[in-house]
Antibody
Framework: VQLVESGGGLVQPGGSLRLSCAASGFTFSTHWMHWVRQAPGKGLVWVSRINTDGSSTRYADSVKGRFIISRDNAKNTLYLQMISLRAEDTAVYYC????????????WGQGTLVAVSS | QSMLTQPPSVSAAPGQKVTISCSGSSSNIGNNYVSWYEQLPGTAPKLLIYENNKRPSGIPDRFSGSKSGTSATLGITGLQTGDEADYFCGTWDISLNAYVFGTGTKVTVL
């Protein structure tokens, strides 16, 4: 199982960014997927989740209306579209696979850093 | 966003045992299974415990989990220098309709 995030970088406040998470080594279309972020030196914060076919999504209040999670099962890829970025969105963003049937994340990517600064 | 409460740090000598508490409420720990994650410095988190007390394949039995009411506990026995890491609990919160993590605990091996 491998999850590889990409798309992070430096962006100005109010800007946009799209993160990708390429999945391999498992049947991507059968797992719910999540995004979790971690500000520098801080703890883990759940951001969003999507079900297997993309028909159901959930967001943390702090990103609702600004972030959109999506997936392309044909490409085995998870996405996070982020708009209206704020300084407080600065963090390492991890994609994580939900352990089927359990409220737990059994595989994580290495993370991609998003820095929001002028 | 609400977080579960953990002690900032715990420490013990090699070979000893440490326990890490995770306190929540009836909307999260009280009504859902708890998971625990280990995050070594500079790396991504790793699942240690799921469904309160189950270990994924490859996790040694030095790691154990338990839950009682609105609190959960992670135990690490036979402490090793390689166990120096941050540990986080996590569970689903039915009121927030969101996954919540603990504040994190740094384990130091003396």
């Amino acid at each position: 199982v491998q999850l590889v995030e990409s798309g992070g970088g430096l962006v100005q406040p109010g800007g946009s960014l799209r993160l990708s998470c390429a999945a391999s080594g498992f049947t991507f279309s059968t797992h719910w997927m999540h995004w979790v972020r971690q500000a520098p030196g801080k703890g883990l914060v759940w951001v969003s989740r999507i079900n297997t076919d993309g028909s159901s999504t959930r967001y943390a209040d702090s990103v609702k209306g600004r972030f959109i999670i999506s997936r392309d099962n044909a490409k085995n890829t998870l996405y996070l579209q982020m708009i209206s970025l704020r300084a407080e969105d600065t963090a390492v963003y991890y994609c994580a696979r939900q352990y089927s049937g359990y409220a737990a994340f059994d595989y994580w990517g290495q993370g991609t850093l998003v820095a929001v600064s002028s | 966003q609400s977080m579960l409460t953990q002690p900032p740090s715990v420490s013990a000598a090699p070979g000893q045992k440490v326990t890490i508490s995770c306190s929540g409420s009836s909307s999260n720990i009280g009504n859902n299974y708890v998971s625990w994650y280990e995050q070594l410095p500079g790396t991504a988190p790793k699942l240690l415990i799921y469904e309160n007390n189950k270990r994924p394949s490859g996790i040694p039995d030095r790691f154990s989990g338990s839950k009682s009411g609105t609190s959960a506990t992670l135990g690490i026995t036979g402490l090793q220098t390689g166990d120096e890491a941050d540990y986080f609990c996590g569970t689903w919160d039915i009121s927030l309709n969101a996954y919540v993590f603990g504040t994190g605990t740094k384990v130091t091996v003396l």
